[in-house]
């Protein structure tokens, strides 16, 4: 009996992730983006932060793109013999966790570098202070309730792959098809969202630099 066919479907909210993810980096830019006396080096390391927030986003977005190749042309399983079994193997989850952000890069450049910089220069305002520390607080701890679960993603899609695969495998060329072509929809609507949080982090970095940078 064939499998049955069903949508992509996200064991994560990825709409809140995404959220969480550029409140977070917006804050940054909220208390942070007045600071006019902000060093070049402190500046560097800021924007640093920034990237590694935005490294998860255009990650998952590439991976989630293969997937969409095949799904707006599923043919490409029989054009293409391996493309399923690429799909289907750890390679594309395992490219999302090396290339993703990680919050022991956030925290020590929080801990090392930035935090003896900006707790003087934020003394008069106690209030972006505490919030500030509490913003890298949550990125310095954000694998497991952040980071961790964007990469599911990529293992959902791997599992999807995999059911494809085993209709194919099973001579169910038509079952894989349409199950890859139901799903494209789907993958179609995550990269939009996806894509909008990169250019929302572009538009962050790029407002936060100019913020901080002397008048002409």
Avoid at 173 to 185: F, I, Q
């Amino acid at each position: 009996m064939p499998l049955p066919i069903a949508p992509v479907t996200v064991n994560v909210d990825l709409n809140t992730l995404i959220d969480q993810a550029v409140k977070l980096a917006k804050g940054l830019r909220d208390h942070l983006g007045s600071l006019v006396s902000m060093p070049a080096l402190a500046l560097q390391r800021l924007d640093e932060v920034l990237v590694e927030i935005d490294k998860t986003f255009t990650a998952v977005d590439k991976v989630v793109e293969e997937h969409l190749k095949v799904a707006l042309d599923p043919s490409r399983i029989e054009t293409e013999p391996d493309r399923m079994i690429d799909l289907a193997g750890p390679a594309l989850p395992m490219r999302i966790e090396q290339d993703r952000g990680h919050c022991s890069t956030i925290g020590e450049i929080y801990w090392k570098y930035l935090r003896g910089i900006l707790d003087p220069l934020l003394a008069a305002n106690m209030q972006a202070k505490a919030a500030v520390d509490q913003i890298f607080s949550n990125l310095s701890s954000a694998d497991s309730a952040l980071f961790d679960r964007f990469a599911d993603v990529g293992a959902m899609l791997q599992e999807r792959a995999k059911h494809a695969l085993s209709l194919q495998l099973r001579n169910d060329v038509a079952g894989a098809k349409a199950l890859l072509k139901r799903d494209a929809a789907n993958l179609i609507d995550m990269r939009q969202r996806l894509q909008d949080a990169h250019l929302t982090l572009v538009g962050i970095r790029n407002d936060f630099i100019k913020g901080m940078a002397p008048p002409p």
